[in-house]
């Protein structure tokens, strides 16, 4: 342990040696912020294995949990007391809420485009039946007819006749980031579509 968190914890210390509670902790952070990182050393490995087993990545973990230290902080005067619920059970309240925040975005991310990419490859393992894998190829064609041509042709090209980026962004005459941009545009029409069929 360092100096300097040697001192901090020194700083933290009540008039009978213990250490201050997790509250009384935060609201002296706001007018010394570098009393905060004991806060948060207290509770950076518990919440990042809370966050863990809900996002399931270490990066997206990093960052619910980064986010919900800066609330926490930003809003320990909004804490009021209450009898029987502790200030750690509103900071978890507070990361949860950042943990959903991102599970959400990570779950429409995954709906806008990998979703969509195995739901569109035509060329799906999963399905040995010969018919059923023409009946879903029929079912994304009259999917695919049902959008604006320019984006239908997109799709077509990229996910039933298989051809890298690279090669559609030449034929087209357009750059690799307009295509994508037309992509990510296209299934996002194809979803809509396919949901009011």
């Known amino acids: 342990m360092n100096k300097f968190y040697l001192q901090l914890e020194e700083e933290i210390k009540t008039?009978?040696?213990e250490s201050l509670k997790d509250e009384e902790l935060v609201m002296k952070a706001v007018d010394n912020p570098r009393l905060f990182e004991?806060?948060?050393d207290r509770y950076q490995d518990v919440f990042l294995r809370t966050a863990g087993r809900v996002l399931r990545s270490k990066e997206d973990s990093e960052d619910a949990v980064q986010e919900?230290?800066?609330?926490?902080?930003k809003n320990s005067k909004k804490y009021k007391k209450q009898p029987g619920i502790a200030f750690k059970s509103w900071a978890f309240k507070v990361l949860m809420n950042c943990v959903f925040t991102c599970y959400r975005k990570m779950k429409r991310n995954f709906n806008d485009s990998e979703y969509m990419d195995q739901l569109l490859y035509s060329g799906d393992e999963n399905i040995d039946n010969t018919f059923e894998k023409k009946e879903r190829r029929d079912e994304i064609e009259s999917v695919l007819d049902g959008m604006p041509?320019?984006?239908?042709?997109?799709m077509k090209e990229h996910y039933l006749k298989d051809r890298p980026y690279a090669e559609i962004a030449s034929?087209?005459?357009i750059s690799l980031a307009t295509l994508k941009m037309k992509l990510f545009r296209a299934r996002k029409k194809f979803k809509e579509v396919l949901e009011d069929m």
């Open 15 to 17: 008039n009978d040696g």
């Open 171 to 173: 034929a087209k005459g």
């Open 149 to 154: 041509e320019e984006l239908s042709d997109l």
């Open 68 to 73: 919900a230290f800066v609330k926490i902080y």
């Open 38 to 40: 004991i806060f948060v």
